[in-house]
């Protein structure tokens, strides 16, 4: 069986239909992990996608953050939020918010999460703390089922680069999140549970970039970073047949700021 999973920030769903619609069309992925929707739960455009096809499972509040999975092999088992997910308080909050930043599904022959990890903001900020404390709970999460026989992936926007290599200039990200050692180490941690990295191809250029920046012309001049990333275990990743940067996604007004990631794979 022949299935294409893929990954996407869509950074506004309601804002980005038409250009997901246009792309599940052309793309035809059989399932598609979405990530900061900004819409609620309720208003997600389920029945435009099931024009397509597409069951949705959807994981969000309103303004911010906000998951998905779209599936037209099944969609099955799922599960909103990491159990024992901590939340973020913010300056002018009395509670802690558990954010809407993971959801999971069993999607036909393989069981899959979305998640969108936090951003960090500042590595002095109480939004880093915040960020590195997510990532643990992600990893004790998934431990199971990477050590499991079932394809299993978590797919999404972690807001972190594995490696130098996956920023353009890593000089410029000097004292900046996204290219810690600590970031990186909850990488790593999630690698001992069993999970690769599953890297794809460039359609142009030599580095598989899945983000650039609106400002400063930071997409025509390739000035990008890899952080839409593929984890998959065993099953999965040696179940791989391709995986791409779908650039072209990326192209043109009222895009994202993010390209989808492609896997292909033979299960």
């Given at each position: 069986?022949?299935?294409?999973?893929?990954?996407?920030?869509?950074?506004?769903?309601?804002a980005r239909l038409p250009k997901l619609l246009e792309w599940l069309e052309s793309a035809e992925p059989d399932v598609l992990c979405l990530q900061e929707l900004k819409c609620s739960t309720e208003a997600f455009p389920h029945e435009a996608v099931k024009e397509l096809g597409y069951d949705t499972?959807?994981?969000?509040?309103?303004?911010w953050n906000g998951v998905a999975i779209l599936s037209r092999i099944g969609l099955e088992d799922v599960v909103r939020g990491l159990p024992e997910q901590p939340g973020y308080l913010a300056d002018d909050a009395l509670l802690a918010d558990v954010e809407p930043r993971a959801i999971a599904a069993t999607c036909g022959p393989a069981r899959v999460w979305s998640v969108y990890v936090p951003n960090g903001r500042e590595v002095d900020h109480a939004h880093y703390r915040y960020k590195l404390d997510w990532l643990e709970s992600l990893r004790r999460a998934v431990v199971e089922d990477a050590a499991g026989a079932r394809p299993f992936a978590v797919?999404?926007?972690?807001?972190?680069?594995?490696?130098?290599?996956?920023?353009?200039?890593?000089?410029?990200?000097?004292?900046?999140?996204?290219?810690?050692?600590?970031?990186?180490?909850?990488?790593?941690?999630?690698?001992?549970?069993?999970?690769?990295?599953?890297?794809?191809?460039?359609?142009?250029?030599?580095?598989p970039y899945t983000y650039w920046d609106y400002r400063q012309l930071a997409f025509p001049k390739n000035r990008g970073m890899r952080i839409d990333l593929t984890y998959g275990n065993k099953a999965f990743a040696d179940a791989v047949t391709d995986s791409y940067v779908d650039r072209e996604a990326r192209k043109g007004k009222g895009t994202s700021d993010h390209a989808p990631v492609v896997v292909d794979l033979d299960l």
């Open positions: 069986m022949t299935v294409r999973i893929a990954t996407w920030n869509i950074n506004s769903v309601t499972a959807a994981h969000g509040t309103g303004r797919l999404g926007d972690f807001n972190i680069a594995p490696t130098d290599e996956d920023v353009y200039d890593v000089a410029a990200f000097a004292g900046l999140t996204h290219v810690t050692p600590p970031e990186r180490a909850s990488l790593g941690n999630l690698r001992e549970a069993g999970l690769r990295d599953v890297v794809p191809r460039p359609l142009k250029y030599d580095h």
